[in-house]
């Protein structure tokens, strides 16, 4: 008797663990991408084309993203006193990973290494929140692929990456989220500083 309560227990708790996979897409709210934007050649943000410069006036830097992103209900449906503050999201993470249009996509050797980066970013159901990201790290222009491209200056070479962002996230009910994905073109190379500049940290 005392076997089979103790293999109940042993079940029991393996399916407890199991929650946090089973409940991903249980939320009645989702996110919709709106946007993904970085920096254009000139440094304007709101670019759908990011312009990341491995190597500036000798400097390294970080480039930036932004995910404009709205919360919206699974069932279109619903409307009135069905929405309730419990249909909120907080994005908790997100992922950032890169491909190329030809194929070549070894991380370290072809393309940067993927990475994640975790946060806590409240988005109200119906609004639209704008959320700052890393795209490209510092540490991806110390290593290869990047790192090579400094010995072409002035863009004589342009290395062209697809970054493939998702985003996580749960309900204020804490159910979770399903994640939601898009996609930001992102031209590296040694681009022209910009004459008469100096770098900014």
């Known amino acids: 008797m005392k076997l089979k309560i103790f293999g109940l227990i042993i079940v029991m708790l393996a399916l407890s663990g199991c929650d946090s996979c089973s409940d991903v897409g249980t939320s009645g709210t989702m996110l919709q991408?709106?946007?993904l934007t970085?920096?254009?050649?000139?440094?304007?943000?709101?670019?759908?084309?990011?312009?990341?410069?491995?190597?500036?006036?000798?400097?390294?830097?970080?480039?930036?993203?932004?995910?404009?992103?709205?919360a919206v209900p699974v069932d279109v449906s619903l409307s009135g006193d069905d929405l309730t503050p419990y249909m909120d999201v907080l994005v908790d993470?997100?992922?950032?990973?890169?491909?190329?249009?030809?194929?070549?996509?070894?991380?370290?050797?072809d393309v940067p290494y993927h990475f994640?980066?975790?946060?806590?970013?409240?988005?109200?159901?119906?609004?639209?929140?704008?959320?700052?990201?890393v795209l490209i790290r510092h540490d991806a222009k110390l290593e290869a692929p990047l790192l090579a491209?400094?010995?072409?200056?002035?863009?004589?070479?342009?290395?062209?990456?697809?970054?493939?962002?998702t985003i996580h996230g749960k309900d204020l009910?804490?159910?979770?989220?399903?994640?939601?994905?898009?996609y930001v073109s992102v031209w590296c190379a040694n681009f022209a500083d910009p004459e008469g500049e100096e770098p900014t940290t």
């Open 33 to 35: 991408i709106v946007s």
């Open 38 to 70: 970085g920096n254009d050649q000139e440094g304007t943000d709101g670019s759908t084309t990011v312009f990341s410069d491995v190597i500036t006036m000798g400097s390294i830097f970080n480039d930036n993203g932004v995910a404009e992103v709205i």
């Open 173 to 182: 009910g804490g159910h979770r989220i399903t994640p939601v994905t898009g």
């Open 116 to 133: 994640s980066q975790p946060l806590s970013m409240n988005v109200s159901f119906g609004e639209t929140t704008k959320i700052p990201f």
């Open 93 to 109: 993470q997100i992922d950032v990973r890169f491909e190329r249009t030809d194929g070549k996509n070894v991380e370290g050797v």
């Open 149 to 165: 491209l400094r010995e072409f200056p002035s863009s004589e070479i342009v290395l062209q990456l697809v970054a493939i962002v």
